[in-house]
């Protein structure tokens, strides 16, 4: 094995890294993610979509874009702390924290996130995410 092969896999590791890194940083400006993402690629939010517009399936991309857009007009983000990753070939696991504000009530809250990401080549085409949506229906509540 060449030197260049045994730094192939750290090369990857390092190139998911920072995709993460851009989702994460980024989420909150849905125009500076589309290049991050396949044209097919889907979002899956945990919740049913009965009951609450962001839950359920997003697909195509403009699709996965227009959901974080809407989110981000209702939901201010105040801090973002990354947790942990795990990396598996074209997958990974990441756990963080979201700091976010209602805009329209100003309530604000810290709410863990669980992120399933999968890519096929340097592109996004899969993610599920999961926190708890009732801690985020409690920032829309008015104080009385």
């Known amino acids: ?47 049913d979509p009965a009951s609450w517009s962001y ?3 997003r697909v195509p991309r403009d699709s996965v874009l227009a959901y974080l857009g809407a989110f981000a007009v209702e ?3 105040k801090s973002l702390l990354r947790l942990d990753t795990l990396i598996d070939g074209e997958q990974a696991c990441v756990r963080y924290e979201l700091e976010l504000r209602h805009r329209g009530t100003g309530r604000e809250a810290r709410l863990p996130f669980l992120c399933f990401i999968r890519l096929e080549g340097a592109l996004i085409v899969e993610v599920s995410e999961m926190f708890d949506s009732a801690s985020l229906f409690r920032l829309r509540e008015s104080r009385c």
């Open 75 to 77: 939901f201010e983000r």
């Open 1 to 47: 094995m060449s030197d260049s092969d045994s730094l192939s896999p750290r090369r990857v590791h390092s190139d998911f890294e920072r995709i993460i890194d851009a989702m994460l940083e980024r989420r909150g400006d849905p125009r500076l993610l589309e290049a991050l993402f396949a044209p097919e690629a889907d979002w899956l939010v945990n919740g």
């Open 55 to 57: 839950a359920g399936l």
